[in-house]
Structure formats: C-alpha cells, structure tokens
C-alpha cells in the first residue's frame, strides 16, 4: 500500500528565513499532490496543487515541486512569518476515484519571531 | 457563515451510545466525504458520496455508518461507541469537476468513555 512521509514531525525556523518542508512517497504513481495547512482546532486548508508533469507551482510566498524520479515532493515558504505556524499536509490524488486521496501525517511548522 | 458545517463540535459520551455527527454545506458540491483524524495517523476516509444516491466505503469504514440525506446534507453515525472512536472528525466536499480539492469543516471532537 502507499506510504508518505513528511519530514520531522515539527520544524522551527527563524522568521526571514526560507522554511522548507518535505513530502515523499512510496508504492503510488499520483496525478498531483496538494498542499493544505492546518491550525490547531480547524479544519485543513487548501494552498497548492502541483500535477505530475510539472517540476515546480508558485503562489505568493509559497513554492511547490514535484519530482515523481525520486518520488518527493518540496514545499517551501519564502520570508516566514509567525503567522506561518500552523501545520501542513501534504496529499497524493490519484487518477480516479474518490478513495484516492491519501494524506500525509503532517508537519508543524514554528516560525520564531 | 462557514461553507462546511459540523455539528457537535464537540461531544463526550459513554461507550456503546449511539452518536450521529451531522455536517451540511452551502457549496453546493456533489462529493462529500468523511475522516478522522488522529495524531500520528493523520487522516484517514471513513465514508464518501458522490452524490445522493451514492454511498461508498473508505478506509476505516468499520463501525461507522453514513446518511446521505440530501445534495447538501451527509451524517456520520456510531451505532455503538467505542473508546478507540475517540477522535477529530472532518467532513469535507469537492467539485465532481474539479482536481480533488478539498474543502473541510471545522471539525467535531468526539470522546468516548
């Protein structure tokens, strides 16, 4: 069955600094990837979404890529800000079907002022 | 108002009590879905419903029932709560059309003693 893996559990970076947070995967060949953040107490929130035959999306301060060769994928947010700080996902779709959707455990990321 | 409506949000009860989870959307989205959450475990999908008539088994399906009672309106059920049903649960919709973004709810908070 697939495995993701999202880098340590927990991440503290300085504000400023870039923060950069990983995803891979095993035993699955996705469609895309979506990105989501959560704060403590609600629900997850949709950021990004990368397809496989693209290496890299951005959104404001926020960069994707994708590589399906070494089954990862990298998120990275630019200038973090103590708002940053929440935790974030990372999803697999397939290429059909609504049980196709396979999430990450998650990282918690804490940008220090 | 919150496009993705849960209630309770939270809710303590006694093992082998009946609980429904109710969840109601303003999207006006076909796909509706159901997870837990659970440190460690991430999220994982119960139940999901492509559209009224349409009822399908996730993950985690065991001891959990759902009620797709119109496009709007989708309930999660525990005929017979168990302690290891203690957990965040999300309910959470998408465009049939779309790549699978999701959209959750706040959240309920259920605790089985």
């Known amino acids: 069955s697939q495995k993701i893996e999202q880098n340590s559990e927990a991440l503290n970076i300085q504000e400023g600094k870039t923060a950069t947070l990983t995803c891979n995967y095993t035993?699955?060949?996705?469609?895309?990837l979506q990105w989501y953040r959560q704060d403590p107490g609600r629900g997850p929130v949709f950021l990004l979404l990368?397809?496989?035959?693209?290496k890299e999306k951005r959104k404001e301060r926020l960069k994707v890529t994708f590589d399906t060769t070494l089954k990862q994928s990298l998120f990275h947010i630019t200038a973090s800000q103590p708002a940053d700080s929440a935790t974030y996902l990372c999803?697999?779709?397939?290429?059909?079907?609504?049980?196709?959707?396979?999430f990450g455990t998650g990282t918690r990321l804490t940008v220090i002022p | 108002d919150a496009d993705v409506t849960q209630t309770p949000r939270n809710r303590i009860t006694k093992t082998g009590k009946r609980i429904m989870l109710e969840c109601s959307q303003t999207?006006?989205?076909?796909?509706m879905y159901w997870y837990r959450q659970d440190p460690g475990l991430g999220l994982r999908l119960i139940y999901y419903?492509?559209?009224?008539?349409?009822?399908n088994k996730g993950e985690i399906s065991d001891g959990y029932s759902v009620s797709r009672q119109a496009q709007a309106k989708f309930s999660l059920s525990l005929e017979s709560a168990i302690p290891n049903q203690t957990a965040l649960y999300f309910c959470a919709t998408s465009d049939a059309g779309g790549t699978g973004e999701l959209f959750f709810g706040e959240g309920s908070r259920l605790t089985v003693l």
């Open positions: 419903s492509f559209d009224v008539k349409d009822i």
């Open positions: 035993n699955y060949s996705p469609a895309y």
């Open positions: 990368i397809r496989e035959n693209e």
């Open positions: 999803a697999l779709v397939g290429r059909t079907g609504a049980n196709n959707l396979f």
């Open positions: 999207k006006g989205h076909d796909r």
